[in-house]
Every structure is written in structure tokens, then in C-alpha cells.
């Protein structure tokens, strides 16, 4: 296993280094515009490329969050031609994951909350017309909702999205949520027919966490701000059990209290987490926190592994989203001081 990773390892450590610092998230907060952004990202490594023909007196947002998008792609790629025919299972599996991040920004401008023509990038799209069977030039045109369902009823993505007809008012943290419960199902299923028994118990440690991780968000939500009947928490909830067993998970749906609920979360291996979670006021920033410790400790654990690539492609697109979080609010006049604290939160 070392030799079959070593020379992927050694290209990953390189790329790390092409990744923003702190202090470059930082320097980006004092700029005001989203030429200086475009100017700043030009002269740093790990953008140089991607941006070297942006007119950076020219350049819109939009543009600007397409190229970034577009630069997941770009890294993904350079994994996917330098990796030997095994590694290539593993980046193919977690493909699935970007043919969800666009359906999500389609789905922002169906619920009106952001206008993303030219966000998602030509260069990405370009990949997904290759690698997805989405029609995506339908979804491009969905402004509505309803549009954007009608786009997907000859997808695998409309029946999951259906079932949210039975939540009154679903709001885009739910719609989200159900997309990545089916691409996690879809991703979990594939890992049979492409992935090695020795490769299973690093694609299972961090999915598997995943998975059980989002379900106590999603029963956790469910019961406080919808108070659904138990039957119908368990059908949205992500078929698959890692660590977090179905008696357990029946146990937290029946719950008659919060107080009950954290009590059976004491009784899991997530007991650790408790604490934190209750003193989160974000959802979104709990689950986030996880996750990385789940995919550090699968790296730090098994340097030489599958582990390595998806540590890579998690921060990078971690990185890209915290990049256009900032570019949006300069956008729109946002309190430096405000976007610093933002920048601290995620980065520690």
C-alpha cells in the first residue's frame, strides 16, 4: 500500500502547497472589489493558471466564482491523470459528489437566493456533459422551483426530491440536504462495484461517519423545527447505518425531548460530541467541524491511501467555498470585521 500511494502522496503535498494560508484569506478581507480579488488570486500559485486570462478591471462575480469552481475540476483532474488505474475507482466514486455542488447551485436561484449564471463555470459544466447524465442546459433555465423539479424527472434526483412534498414549506436547507442523502446512498452503493476490500475500510471509515453524522443533524432538525411523526423522520434519513445502529437511531426519532435525545447521543461513540453540538448555534458549522476531524483522522491514520486524495479534494473545495463566501460579501458592502470573524470561525 505505501508504494502504490507513495507517488500520489508526494503530488498531493505538492498541490497543499498551492492552497491558500490564513493570511491570505485574510488579505483578501481588506480588498474591495472583485478586481483586487482577481488581481490578488492571479499572483498566487495555485490560481495563476486558471485565472491568467481574466481582465481583472472586467471581471464580474459571477465569472470570477465560476473560475473557482472551475478550479475543483482542474485539481480533481490532475489527480484523476496522475492516479494509477485503482486510484481512478475512488476519484470516479467521489465524481458523484460534483454533479451534486452544481444541482445545489441551480437549486440556490430556484429558491431566489442567488443569481448563479456563469457561477458554476463553463469549465465544470463542460466536465459534467462528459461524466453526468443531467440535462443541464434545462437546468441552467430553471428559475422556479417547479422548474427546477420538471429538469430532473428523467434524473435518479426526482424521487428523493418528491418525498419533500410531504414537509409543509421545505426550505433549501432541506432540498440540500435530500440531494446529499441520495448522491451518499448512490456513492455507498458504487463502492462494490469499483473499490478494493483493502480500500473499503478507508472509503467506509469516512463515508460511514458521514452518514451517521448527518442523520443525527437531519432527526435532530426534523423533530425541533417540523415536530414530524417518527414514520417520516425515518424515511428522509440516509438508508445506510455505520457506526450509529438502527436501534439507535429509532431510539433518537421516538425521543420525547432534546434532553432524551442527547442522552441516547451519550450512549454512542458520538457521545464526545455533545457538548459542542449543544453549544453550536449553526447546524452547518457543527456538521462542518466534524467532518474534518473525520477526514484528518482517516489521513493521519493512513497517510498512504485513498484517504489522502479525498483530504485534498475536501480542502480544496472547502477552500473555494470560503473564497467566494468572502468575494460575495465585499459584493455587497459587507463589515470587514465581520467577514475576519467568519474567516476565524472556519479556520480556528
Same mark, same amino acid.
Given at each position: ?15 497543499? &502547497?498551492? *492552497?491558500? @494560508? ?6 483578501? =478581507?481588506?480588498?474591495? =472589489? ?5 488581481? %490578488?488570486? !492571479? ?22 466564482? &465560476?473560475?473557482?469552481?472551475? =478550479? ?35 437549486? $440556490? ?41 420538471? /429538469?430532473?424527472?428523467?434524473? $435518479? %434526483?426526482?424521487?428523493?426530491? @418528491? ?41 467506509? +471509515?469516512? %463515508? ?36 450509529? +445502529? ?44 466534524? #467532518?474534518?476531524?473525520?477526514? +484528518? &483522522? ?6 498512504? /491511501? ?9 480542502? !480544496?473545495?472547502?477552500?473555494?467555498? *470560503? ?6 460579501? #465585499?459584493?455587497?458592502? $459587507? ?12 479556520? &480556528?
Amino acid at each position: 500500500m505505501l508504494n502504490q500511494y507513495t507517488a500520489i502522496t508526494t503530488k498531493i503535498r505538492g498541490m497543499r &502547497g498551492k *492552497l491558500l @494560508k490564513k493570511e491570505d484569506y485574510l488579505n483578501l =478581507s481588506y480588498l474591495n =472589489s472583485e478586481a483586487e480579488i482577481a488581481s %490578488y488570486l !492571479k499572483r498566487h500559485p495555485g490560481y495563476q493558471h486558471m485565472l491568467a486570462h481574466v481582465v481583472e478591471n472586467k471581471v464580474t462575480r459571477f465569472e470570477l466564482e &465560476g473560475l473557482l469552481n472551475s =478550479s475543483i475540476y482542474e485539481d480533481y483532474n490532475k489527480l484523476f491523470r496522475f492516479a494509477n488505474f485503482k486510484q481512478r475507482k475512488f476519484l470516479q466514486i467521489h465524481a458523484i459528489t460534483y454533479e451534486v455542488i452544481v444541482l445545489k447551485k441551480f437549486l $440556490r436561484r430556484a429558491f431566489n437566493v442567488a443569481d448563479i449564471y456563469q457561477e458554476v463555470g463553463n469549465e465544470f459544466l463542460d466536465f459534467l456533459s462528459r461524466h453526468s447524465r443531467l440535462d443541464l442546459e434545462t437546468l441552467q433555465n430553471a428559475r422556479t422551483l417547479e422548474q427546477f423539479r420538471e /429538469s430532473l424527472i428523467e434524473s $435518479r %434526483y426526482y424521487r428523493p426530491l @418528491k418525498l419533500l412534498e410531504n414537509i409543509q414549506n421545505p426550505t433549501l436547507f432541506d432540498y440540500e440536504s435530500a440531494l446529499d442523502t441520495y448522491a451518499f446512498t448512490a456513492i455507498w452503493q458504487e463502492k462494490n462495484k469499483l473499490i478494493n476490500k483493502k480500500e473499503r475500510k478507508t472509503f467506509e +471509515k469516512i %463515508y460511514g461517519m458521514q452518514f451517521d453524522l448527518l442523520n443525527i443533524v437531519f432527526i435532530y432538525r426534523y423533530k425541533k423545527f417540523y415536530d414530524l411523526p417518527a414514520e417520516q423522520i425515518a424515511s428522509l434519513l440516509i438508508p445506510i447505518n455505520y457506526r450509529l +445502529k438502527p436501534d439507535k437511531i429509532q431510539m433518537l426519532i421516538e425521543a420525547h425531548n432534546q434532553d432524551e435525545f442527547w442522552k441516547i447521543i451519550e450512549t454512542t461513540i458520538y457521545a464526545k460530541y455533545v457538548e459542542e453540538f449543544r453549544n453550536q448555534s449553526s447546524l452547518d458549522m457543527f456538521y462542518e467541524k466534524l #467532518i474534518d476531524d473525520v477526514i +484528518k &483522522g482517516r489521513e493521519k491514520e493512513a497517510p498512504y /491511501s485513498a484517504a489522502a486524495m479525498y483530504a485534498y479534494l475536501h480542502d !480544496k473545495e472547502k477552500e473555494v467555498a *470560503l473564497i467566494t463566501r468572502i468575494i460575495e460579501a #465585499i459584493h455587497y458592502g $459587507r463589515d470587514k470585521a465581520r467577514i475576519q470573524q467568519v474567516i476565524n470561525q472556519k479556520l &480556528g
